[in-house]
Nanobody
Framework: QVQLVESGGGLVQAGGSLRLSCAAS????????MGWFRQAPGKERQFVAA????????YYAESVKGRFTITRDNAKNPVYLQMNNLKPEDTAVYYC?????????????????WGQGTQVTVSS
């Protein structure tokens, strides 16, 4: 079965860092655009970051620019989200997603697969 599985979430103090990983199985995702979304309790799911299959195109939400970095390793399939200088408002469940292109993933379109999510909690 095709699966995306996130890991790396946890509890961290404000100003700290976490590195999220998304592992894929069941098929090759090297030709997919990949992205990260997050959803806080009682709020809508929001776009965080996306990356093209080649890694040459990246998109970020304005709220995370300069703090988060999305990368991928096509040879091994995983996609990563390095999160630095975390803030309490970053607290959410973070989801990995796979779609056709980075642009359509950013727009919430062409999402073919979702991970189950990993919890990130940032304390003040």
């Amino acid at each position: 079965q095709v699966q995306l599985v996130e890991s790396g979430g946890g509890l961290v103090q404000a100003g700290g860092s976490l590195r999220l990983s998304c592992a894929a199985s069941g098929r090759a995702f090297s030709n997919y655009g990949m992205g990260w979304f997050r959803q806080a309790p009682g709020k809508e799911r929001q776009f965080v970051a996306a990356i093209s299959w080649s890694g040459t195109t990246r998109y970020y939400a304005e709220s995370v620019k300069g703090r988060f970095t999305i990368t991928r390793d096509n040879a091994k399939n995983p996609v990563y989200l390095q999160m630095n200088n975390l803030k309490p408002e970053d607290t959410a469940v973070y989801y990995c997603a796979a779609g056709d292109t980075a642009a359509t993933v950013r727009e919430g379109r062409s999402i073919a697969y979702w991970g189950q999510g990993t919890q990130v909690t940032v304390s003040s």
